[in-house]
């Protein structure tokens, strides 16, 4: 068994092979992210592994190393996902004092797959991969559309008395032309203060539309999902494109952790506390505070279990125990629904 161990980049992947014992086998390899990048892993892997089955270990970067891992898959490897904190703390042990390199990533990674069998496999569903780029996309929108609203209304401050206050939105941006329309001010000013209210209302079409479309993939693959107060048709898309496969998850207790809302137990001089889990998937994370806080003004049930432990826990420590309640309920759903799409592709592959 040989497991390769890879430290990804933008512009070139290392990877190092090691046999079932940990030892290196053969010369490492740097390679360029580019189009030749798998036949150039492949070549190399024939002449080390000699014929012996094959673990590709990736560090876990997946915006650098998602093509890389989708390439393996397709030409019929096994792809496991290495955690930081493993290929950190394998790291220490088995290199020298504060040493840290490309090569000492890639050889950690490969320790850390081989000390852990049970690490997320990676796996291939269309839906996932379509909807990723949607909700990816759709994210940088948002990010460039906050940033270009930012700096109209640092000038608008200027220049006028008052400004709407949600320019997101097609009347604010009316209310805004008909202010500049009516403000005495220069050519110039006026012109490149237009145009910025100008790629802002083309942002606002262009998130429009991504969310319609986004609506269009959802609502088939989601129906379980979509009934749970407070998660919307974006949430939903986010829950599948970062989730992807649920299975991956044997309990709702691993997601929990995965979506950094399981606390951490803190034991001392006998006295059982727990304190918040920082770490985890923020994107998630965010999707789940949003659904806590409208099921908090919305659903009865979430009321109930807010006011049973908001006077012990707090405000926050309630909403927390009400966020890790509905990772149960996510994960129930999610199960349900993935089935749904099997049961599908099942019968579309008996009937073809």
């Not at 490969?110 to 269309?126: G, K, M, Q, S, V």
Request: hydrophobic share 45%; with cysteine; glycine share 6%.
């Amino acid at each position: 068994m040989v497991t390769v161990g890879i430290d990804p980049h933008k512009h070139v992947h290392v990877a190092v092979a090691v046999d079932a014992d940990g030892r290196r086998i053969g010369k490492p390899l740097t390679v360029k992210n580019d189009a030749f990048l798998i036949t150039a892993l492949l070549k190399w892997i024939r002449s080390v592994a000699d014929g012996m089955p094959v673990t590709w270990a990736i560090e876990d970067g997946r915006g650098f190393a998602r093509r890389l891992a989708d390439g393996l898959l397709l030409a019929g490897h096994e792809v496991v996902w290495v955690p930081t904190r493993l290929t950190a703390a394998h790291r220490r042990l088995h290199a020298a004092t504060g040493a840290k390199s490309d090569l000492v990533d890639a050889a950690a990674a490969a320790h850390a797959a081989i000390a852990t069998p049970d690490l997320d496999r990676h796996r291939i569903d269309e839906h996932v991969r379509e909807l990723r780029v949607l909700v990816d996309y759709r994210t940088d929108l948002i990010k460039r559309r906050t940033m270009v609203i930012n700096q109209l209304k640092a000038q608008l401050h200027v220049w006028l008395d008052h400004t709407p206050g949600d320019l997101a939105r097609p009347k604010g941006l009316t209310s805004l032309t008909a202010l500049l329309d009516a403000a005495r001010l220069g050519t110039h000013v006026h012109r490149t203060l237009t145009d910025m209210t100008t790629e802002i209302a083309d942002l606002n079409r262009r998130i429009r539309d991504l969310d319609t479309t986004i609506k269009e993939l959802v609502t088939p693959l989601a129906p379980g999902l979509l009934e749970i107060t407070g998660i919307s048709y974006i949430s939903a898309a986010v829950l599948i494109a970062e989730i992807g496969d649920i299975t991956r998850f044997a309990s709702s207790a691993k997601l929990a952790r995965y979506t950094g809302c399981a606390p951490i137990p803190v034991y001392s001089s006998d006295k059982e506390r727990h304190r918040l889990h920082r770490g985890g998937n923020r994107r998630l994370n965010s999707v789940l505070y949003t659904a806590a806080v409208v099921q908090k003004r919305f659903h009865p049930a979430a009321q109930e279990l807010l006011a049973r432990h908001e006077p012990t826990k707090g405000k926050r420590g309630a909403r927390r125990i009400l966020q890790r309640h509905l990772i149960d309920v996510i994960h129930r759903a999610m199960t349900t629904d993935q089935a749904s799409w099997q049961h599908h592709i099942t019968r579309y592959q008996l009937t073809a």
